[in-house]
């Protein structure tokens, strides 16, 4: 697993890929119309909705050999909205908000929508 490294003047810092994930999976829910994060059971197919403390189990970080980040989101979204309108939302807030958190660039960010629930 590839670390992003932060360079100043003091020496290098070193960025887990979770530390990433957690906090872009706490910016994405900020969003209208994102119900939460997704864990997909790939042996039988299910999708279960994830608990904050678990948002980093829905979303990929990885770390280019650019040091630049590709972020996947695995979500459900509300029943009734523009998934198109959300995701294009989803994709601008995560951008600015991560690169200014990690100081590190955002190469890509795929979106999986996993599944559609009512907001209780």
Do not use: W
């Not at 979500?75 to 600015?96: C, P, Q, R, S, T």
Request: glycine residues 8%.
């Amino acid at each position: 697993m590839v670390k992003g490294r932060l360079d100043n003047e003091m020496g290098q810092i070193e960025v887990k890929p979770e530390v990433i994930a957690s906090y872009a999976g706490s910016v994405a829910v900020e969003c209208f119309g994102i119900v939460g994060m997704a864990s997909v059971n790939m042996k039988d197919g299910l999708v279960r909705l994830l608990k904050r403390e678990n948002f980093s189990k829905g979303i990929q970080v990885a770390v280019t050999p650019d040091n630049e980040l590709r972020i996947a989101f695995h979500l459900i979204v509300a029943y009734g909205v523009n998934i198109n309108a959300v995701a294009d939302n989803l994709v601008e807030h995560v951008k600015y908000k991560v690169e200014a958190f990690s100081g590190m660039k955002i190469e890509k960010i795929k979106i999986y929508v996993e599944g559609v629930r009512s907001i209780d």
